[in-house]
């Protein structure tokens, strides 16, 4: 198993920059597809970006596309979400998640992740 913790979160007005990471442990994480989820009061947990084992492709939900990047140090085990211009409507818990390790493609499906984080919050004020 991976284990997975979230930090960076916080209060922030609309428009700064935030970087989320998610540091992980019990196995290398260069044999997982590495995706981030956020899901905000009352409503679903959806798809925010992901990324292959290499890095070499990243995927995004059209909400955040343009403003958020994902990426990943395989070498210090730790996937970032960076946050740039982030919006009221960005506020949620963010989780970051691990794909099974016989997986090697991107999904914007919350079951096709096995390992997840506690999460951790993301409060953006107007």
């Known amino acids: 198993q991976v284990q997975l913790v979230e930090s960076g979160g916080g209060l922030v007005q609309a428009g700064v920059s935030l970087r989320l990471s998610c540091a992980a442990s019990?196995?290398?994480?260069?044999?997982?597809?590495m995706g981030w989820f956020r899901q905000a009061p009352g409503k679903e947990r959806e798809f925010v970006a992901a990324?292959?084992?290499?890095?070499?492709?990243?995927d995004y939900a059209d909400s955040v596309k343009g403003r958020f990047t994902i990426s990943r140090d395989n070498a210090k085990t730790t996937v970032y979400l960076q946050m740039n211009d982030v919006k009221p409507e960005d506020t949620a818990v963010y989780y970051c998640?691990?794909?099974?390790?016989?997986?090697?493609?991107?999904?914007?499906?919350?079951?096709?992740?096995?390992?997840w984080g506690q999460g951790t919050q993301v409060t953006v004020s107007s």
């Open positions: 019990g196995r290398t994480l260069s044999n997982y597809v």
């Open positions: 990324i292959t084992r290499s890095g070499g492709r990243t």
């Open positions: 998640a691990a794909r099974g390790s016989t997986y090697y493609v991107t999904s914007a499906r919350s079951d096709q992740y096995d390992y």
